[in-house]
């Protein structure tokens, strides 16, 4: 149980919704702010304004999936009311207070680090990310049938990158009966690539594996789909990029050659913000049951 632990969640989409519904039914005091559009919340959560006072005495600060933009405002499909975070807010924050988001940009990092709060990042942790993994490889198959006219069963598909999200996207493929090739730059993943039934090659040699390919998916946060690789592939190859924005392909030179190239940031919480929300409540209520837990035994 989290009795007694103060939490604010400001802003967010549905996936907060699950959020808040997990901290209140293990009894934390739930604030909430960003949410004034959304009927049905849990009766637990009270609804607070943008205030220095809602930040006096908090345990937890948690903040969206991406915490804030560039210039500290946050994302929040719930209310019309713009939220922006700024240092007047952080150092409101009691010294013990943590602030958890999915993952934070430069502005959120740069605040954090200036008022020397606890940064926690979700999506950084492999648990969260390999659970993530699976509604965005679902998201992603999504957009490939709908910018499709061929089955998945059959196609060449290629997946760039063997972290979390590549090896999930590269089993789900393989399990529609797409024969997949994956692009990996260590030995050790090219031999296990290899074990697994998937067609590895190095991502160096990128431009010799992409001129049969119908399906590209780039979990590559850098850009790896350049102008020269795009001029190798065939124009009805579909490049599907979930790497963080601005993703890893050369978009306005895939635009002039024709082809569809797609940016597709947030699936989890586009396809399934439902389970999504569940796996980051789970998270967010185990770590914050943790922190409080050793704060009691210092006492
Ligand atoms: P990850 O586990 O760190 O995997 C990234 C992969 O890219 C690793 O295999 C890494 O190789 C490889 N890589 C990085 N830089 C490279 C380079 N210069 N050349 C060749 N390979 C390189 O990350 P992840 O959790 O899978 O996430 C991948 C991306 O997807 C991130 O940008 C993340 O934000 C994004 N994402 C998007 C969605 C969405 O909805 N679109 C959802 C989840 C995640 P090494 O293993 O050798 O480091």
Avoid: W
């Avoid at 919480?269 to 389970?275: E, N």
């Amino acid at each position: 149980m989290l009795t007694g632990v103060k939490v604010l969640l400001l802003g967010g989409d549905a996936r907060q919704l699950e959020v808040i519904h997990k901290l209140c039914e293990l009894n934390a005091q739930v604030t909430i702010c960003g949410f004034d559009q959304k009927k049905e919340l849990h009766p637990r959560a009270v609804a607070v304004e943008l205030d220095i006072r809602s930040f006096e005495d908090l345990d937890a600060l948690i903040l969206p999936a991406v915490g804030t933009d560039d210039d500290g405002f946050i994302h929040t499909v719930f209310s019309s009311e713009s939220l922006q975070l700024t240092k007047e807010y952080l150092l409101a924050l009691p010294n013990h207070c943590t602030i958890y988001t999915g993952i934070a940009k430069s502005y959120l990092k740069q605040l954090c680090n200036d008022s020397k709060y606890r940064l926690v990042e979700l999506f950084e942790r492999d648990d969260v990310a390999i659970y993530n993994s699976i509604p965005t490889a679902e998201g992603a198959l999504m957009m490939a049938i709908q910018h499709t006219d061929i089955t998945i069963h059959r196609s060449n598909s290629m997946v760039l990158g063997f972290g979390r999200t590549g090896v999930t996207m590269a089993r789900t493929l393989q399990a529609l009966g797409s024969n997949v090739y994956l692009g990996v730059r260590r030995s050790e993943q090219y031999a296990r690539a290899y074990e697994m039934g998937f067609n590895p090659f190095y991502t160096k040699d990128l431009e010799q594996f992409v001129g049969n390919i119908d399906l590209l998916f780039n979990t590559i946060p850098t850009m790896i789909i350049t102008a020269q690789i795009i001029e190798k592939l065939q124009k009805s190859t579909v490049i599907i990029d979930l790497a963080t924005k601005p993703g890893g392909t050369d978009f306005h030179f895939a635009e002039a050659r024709g082809l569809k190239a797609i940016l597709a940031p947030g699936l989890p919480g586009i396809v399934a913000p439902r389970t999504a929300g569940l796996l980051l409540a789970d998270c967010l209520s185990q770590l914050i049951h943790t922190e409080l837990t050793m704060r009691r035994d210092l006492r």
